[in-house]
């Protein structure tokens, strides 16, 4: 389980590298050094994308993928919920204190937003 | 009537301990002790209205309420209409809190796996922490099967080393100790009730109570000052600009946390409190007695 994580992790990077949509076999290539098998990646990409966290196109007769949101904007999310600001989300986490200035707020708030937007 | 009578005294008995518990400065001295009751007056209080609906609904049939409820089918047009209306406000008042409570834990089950999912792709592994790149100083549990703790970037250049481990410290309790589950069901109940000013203010204390058995377990290790000037870097980091409205309410509690590590009351433990504790199981115990066994 947590070796899937971390090929998650790596897929992602890979697709937040590029500037254009990736097939799989461009994002196998990229990992080469980690001697994965085709079917690995391909499963990896999937399952990414039945979480939301990829999207995917067809182009021809691939499926060409790319991250439904950059780094940043996972953070903000990551961040706003940290921070008890999304309304009733809120309870899923115990936190030790919060401290953020209403100006931080904003900001993460626009990150998400101008994600939302693209 | 005589089962209407045993189920209003016992939420009688509820609603004085969770008065009296509101109200009492030990609690604060004694955390764990305040939360154990809160649970059990609380569950108290849930059993016996809903047992005092379908008691005097039932009372025509003289039986246990569990029962007459299983025979009451066929014999419901028995039943004139303000019993029939108490048996079945009972039904709906049960059915609406466990579809309420199923409900919350449905969400926040798919708020923690989501969120889950993302510190996976985005944070950074630490020796004992989930690393998240962000200037914004946060810390927090993220619970369940194996529990995160995660730190921003902000909250590891905003404490000292010492501080650090105190915070992490503080998390790790939260995680060990199951603190989401003890909070879960008063948040579940708040958002049945989303308005209403005293479950606004039970939930807060609950969460309050929570935080501080947490810090009760770091300070045993890290000491007090250490956390102190952990809460109080967070605190003062965060009044830089006027607080959003979430944020401004708690303030307080925050300080209410500090003051307790600097400077603690300290309060003997209430004899009370077992006696309080015996009578509130008696209500629940005899509550629950009745839903089974005729009277």
């Not at chain 2, 009296?20 to 400065?25: E, F, G, I, K």
């Amino acid at each position: 389980m947590a070796r899937l994580g971390e090929l998650e992790r790596a897929v992602m990077e890979v697709l937040w590298a590029r500037p254009e949509p990736a097939s799989v076999r461009a994002v196998h290539a990229a990992l080469a050094d980690r001697g994965l098998a085709y079917t690995t990646v391909m499963t990896v990409l999937t399952r990414l994308a039945a979480k939301n966290v990829v999207r995917r196109e067809r182009e021809g007769r691939a499926w060409l993928y790319a991250p439904a949101a950059t780094r940043e904007e996972y953070v903000a999310e990551l961040m706003l919920e940290a921070l008890e600001l999304t309304g009733d989300r809120g309870s899923a986490l115990v936190r030790f204190a919060q401290s953020v200035t209403s100006d931080e707020a904003d900001a993460l708030r626009q990150a998400l937003e101008r994600g939302e937007k693209t | 009537m005589i089962l209407v009578g045993h189920q209003l005294a016992a939420a009688t008995v509820a609603v004085l301990v969770a008065v009296w518990l509101l109200r009492s400065r030990w609690t604060h001295t004694h955390p764990r002790a305040a939360l154990i009751l809160w649970q059990i007056s609380m569950l108290t209080l849930v059993v016996s209205a809903i047992g005092a609906l379908l008691g005097f609904g039932l009372a025509p049939y003289r039986r246990g309420l569990l029962p007459a409820l299983l025979d009451l089918p066929p014999v419901f047009h028995e039943l004139d209409i303000w019993h029939a209306a108490a048996v079945l406000a009972g039904l709906a008042l049960a059915g609406w809190l466990v579809v309420n409570q199923l409900l919350c834990l449905r969400s926040t089950a798919r708020a923690r796996a989501r969120h889950r999912l993302l510190l996976q792709l985005v944070a950074r592994h630490d020796t004992d922490a989930l690393v998240v790149d962000h200037p914004v100083a946060v810390a927090y549990c993220l619970p369940g099967r194996t529990p995160r703790i995660v730190v921003s970037q902000g909250a590891r250049r905003l404490l000292t080393d010492a501080e650090l481990d105190a915070v992490l410290a503080h998390e790790r309790a939260h995680a060990s100790e199951r603190h989401h589950l003890v909070v879960a069901p008063f948040q579940a109940l708040r958002r049945l009730l989303p308005s209403s000013g005293l479950l606004t203010r039970v939930c807060a204390t609950i969460e309050l109570l929570v935080e501080m058995c947490a810090d009760d377990k770091a300070v045993r290790q890290h000491g007090r000052e250490t956390l102190a000037s952990a809460l109080e870097r967070f605190h003062a980091n965060g009044t830089g600009g006027t607080p959003a409205g979430a944020l401004a309410v708690a303030d307080t509690p925050v300080q209410a946390r500090i003051r307790r590590l600097r400077d603690p009351d300290r309060f003997a433990f209430p004899l009370a409190w077992p006696v309080a504790c015996l009578l509130v199981l008696t209500a629940l115990s005899t509550s629950a007695a009745l839903f089974a066994v005729p009277l």
